[in-house]
């Protein structure tokens, strides 16, 4: 199975930040990356899907980007609406693997 | 509008065995595939597997082999996943999630069911 690796698990950041959230693959996952928030007792919510695509409806202050193993999700100013917990998910080889999150507060 | 109903949260004694339905609507049932996600408390998520509808065709993670059942009824556009031999592991949230065919991304959740395996 693919290892998807989060960092970091927790980060606290400002409103009006620039945030960056990272995902490692164990092997080369040919960019089939999809990015997922999830706030509390909620359902996930697809953000991007194949590394760099944004989902209809989310804002444009998300962004990802990645190739090979590597892959980042970038917040360009942070919201209060933004607190949650995001996964990265590798479509490339069966079985589908999630990241173990990275949770994201307000500072 | 596309939307997912699961079934209502679940209390179930170990060793015995829980079905969960995802009702579907707004798009064709029959055409897309439904997939099932785990997530322990806590815990990150798991992808279960995933089931055709229109034809009933199924895929498994191998750590699900023989402790997760997917199934579709046609007629009512739901879904089901019956998880069998439970244990106090098996508690957890249960999502199901739409894959458009030729998307391949999950971009309809369930709202998710709740099962707590306890004596």
């Known amino acids: 199975d693919i290892q998807m690796t989060q960092s970091p698990s927790f980060l606290s950041a400002s409103v009006g930040e620039r945030v960056t959230l990272s995902c490692r693959a164990s092997q080369n996952i040919n960019k089939y990356l999809d990015w997922y928030q999830q706030k509390l007792g909620e359902a996930p919510k697809l953000l991007i899907y194949n590394t760099n695509n944004l989902h209809t409806g989310i804002p444009s202050r998300f962004s990802g980007s990645g190739s090979g193993t590597d892959y980042t999700l970038t917040i360009s100013s942070l919201q209060p609406e933004d607190v949650a917990t995001y996964f990265c998910?590798?479509?490339?080889?069966?079985?589908?693997?999630f990241g173990s999150g990275t949770k994201l507060e307000i500072k | 509008q596309v939307q997912l109903q699961q079934s209502g949260t679940e209390l179930v004694k170990p060793a015995s065995s829980v079905k969960i339905s995802c009702k579907a609507s707004g798009y064709t049932f029959t055409s897309n595939y439904m997939h099932w996600i785990r997530q322990q408390p806590g815990n990150g998520l798991e992808w279960i597997g995933w089931i055709y509808p229109g034809n009933g065709n199924t895929k498994y993670n191998q750590k699900f082999d023989g402790k997760a059942t997917l199934t579709a009824d046609k007629s009512s556009s739901t879904a089901y996943m019956q998880l069998s031999s439970l244990t106090s592991e098996d508690s957890a949230v249960y999502f199901c999630a739409r894959m458009l065919t030729g998307r391949y991304y999950f971009d309809y959740w369930g709202q998710g069911v709740m099962v707590t395996v306890s004596s």
């Open positions: 998910l590798q479509r490339n080889s069966w079985p589908l693997t």
